[in-house]
């Protein structure tokens, strides 16, 4: 059984369009990386006041005056 593998080089231009693939997939992780770090430092840096209360609007504990 032969097994036909598709032509990678593409006419010669492989190089170019699989690096261009590469490329581009390094540049989306990347840019999902850099968003995660700083959803965490913008999360991290809106929490430093643990001892404040929390009100919920709509919540049960809320007062009207």
């Known amino acids: 059984m032969n097994i036909h593998w598709p ?3 593409m ?6 369009v ?3 693939y590469l490329f ?3 540049a989306i992780v990347w ?9 965490r ?3 991290k840096e809106e929490r430093p006041a643990a001892a404040r209360p929390t009100v919920l609007r709509g919540s049960t504990h ?3 005056s």
């Open 31 to 39: 840019e999902l990386v850099s968003l995660r770090q700083r959803k």
């Open 41 to 43: 430092a913008v999360v």
């Open 11 to 16: 006419g010669g231009y492989g190089f170019y």
């Open 62 to 64: 809320e007062t009207t």
């Open 24 to 26: 581009s997939l390094v």
């Open 7 to 9: 032509d990678l080089t």
């Open 18 to 20: 699989w690096g261009s």
